[in-house]
């Protein structure tokens, strides 16, 4: 919860009233309220997630392949 000023009257407003006390007007109705920085936030977590659990997945994808080629390559050669 944090104070915010009005965009009418300039007075201090909690971002949690619905509107201003002073003159009325919507604070809590405009885009940048709560929910603009929830969805903000939520972003960046799931980004980050995704970056965390994706990264990790390439690697050992790459690793595997790696594995694989050099497996087939001394397979061969033994056999050779
Ligand atoms: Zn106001």
Redo the contacts with the bound molecule.
Sequence with gaps: MALIA?P????S?SDMAPA?P????PVAGSPRSARGVDGGVVGKAVGAIGGWLIVPWIARMVAMAMFCIVLTVMFLKGRG
């Design positions: 009005c009418e009257c300039r007075q407003v201003c002073r003159c009325g007007y």
